[in-house]
């Protein structure tokens, strides 16, 4: 899930896969609420999505 309240999945990322070779596997959603001990509420407050990451 990627929105705040973890119900819902907005964000993707895509990638081409002959174009992009260096893409390691490696992905995920960082959860900032639980990173820096904030509540839902605070978490809205920055964003309602949490940022999505892949590795190359």
């Not at 964000?11 to 959603?29: A, C, K, M, Q, Y």
């Amino acid at each position: 899930m990627t929105n705040t309240r973890q119900n819902k999945a907005y964000d993707n990322i895509l990638f081409h896969g002959p174009s992009n070779r260096e893409f390691t596997g490696r992905w995920g959603v960082y959860d900032l609420a639980k990173s820096f001990r904030l509540t839902v509420e605070e978490a809205l407050e920055i964003s309602d999505h949490f940022p999505v990451w892949a590795e190359v």
